[in-house]
């Protein structure tokens, strides 16, 4: 089984191919460019490297949601395009959950922050018993106050990861009860390995779509949408 996987959710643009037992390539940067400029560029680099042909692959994996309005349709018209081109399906995977997954086999709560402006994050919990992927708390949108008064009802150790922990780190060691920390700088942002990993089990559970029916998930109306709104009301 091979996937590509894609993640353009955030700042970071990522692509990758997983099978069941190994991460064959990624290709992951972290700069200020459109994912416009990088993703196929990138997909283009690791088909030349590993002499990819992609008619081989039997899936494509994208992170779907939640994020960046402009990197998510970028990422799913990606998704949608090759899907189509290909006669492949997509799988959709949550942003979140394939941040957390980074952070595989931790015995702490994980707490993935990602930005979403207007001092509020796009966040969930999540955590691994015995190895097995939970979710504890789904994706959602919120004020940072709100998230660290779910996890001090938890009152387990927890590491936070994602784009946000610069922005709100000192509110969180001001705030935060039970002991915590935060994850180290190579698994701290989106990576689409963990897209691709997490992605083998939807795969295995038939947890796919077509390219017509896929699409991302915002949660919450895009800036010109809620403009359009206020001068409505």
């Given amino acids: ?18 099978t069941e037992d190994e991460l064959l390539a990624e290709y992951t940067v972290n700069y200020k460019k459109t994912h416009s400029q ?4 990138m997909l283009g680099e690791i088909v030349t490297m590993i002499g990819l042909d992609l008619s081989e692959i ?3 994996a994208v992170s779907s949601g939640p994020g960046s309005f402009t990197g998510l349709r970028i990422g799913s018209a990606t998704a949608k395009g090759l899907g189509y081109a290909l006669d492949k399906p ?3 995977v949550p942003t979140l959950d394939a941040l957390a997954y980074n952070l595989y086999g931790t015995d702490k709560i994980i707490c993935p922050i990602m930005d979403a402006r207007r001092k509020q994050v796009y966040t969930g919990l999540y ?8 979710v504890v708390m789904k994706s959602s949108i919120t004020g940072i106050m709100d998230i660290i008064k779910e996890i001090n009802n938890i009152n387990k150790e927890v590491i936070f990861i994602g784009d946000a922990v610069p922005i709100y780190k000192e ?8 002991s915590f920390s935060f994850s180290p700088s190579h698994l701290s942002r989106q990576r689409a390995g963990a897209v691709g990993a997490l992605s083998i089990d ?8 077509t390219s017509f029916e896929h699409a991302p998930v915002y949660l ?10 206020e001068k409505a009301i």
């Fill in 1 to 18: 089984m091979k996937i590509l996987a894609l993640d353009s959710s955030g700042l970071v643009a990522s692509v990758a191919l997983v």
């Fill in 38 to 41: 990088t993703l196929l560029p």
């Fill in 58 to 60: 039997d899936a494509i």
């Fill in 90 to 92: 997509i799988i959709s």
């Fill in 127 to 134: 955590e691994f018993n015995n190895n097995d992927f939970k």
């Fill in 171 to 178: 509110m969180i060691k001001d705030n935060i009860k039970p």
């Fill in 202 to 209: 939807y795969y295995k559970n038939n947890k796919t779509e």
């Fill in 220 to 229: 919450r109306l895009s800036q010109a949408e809620r403009e359009l709104k």
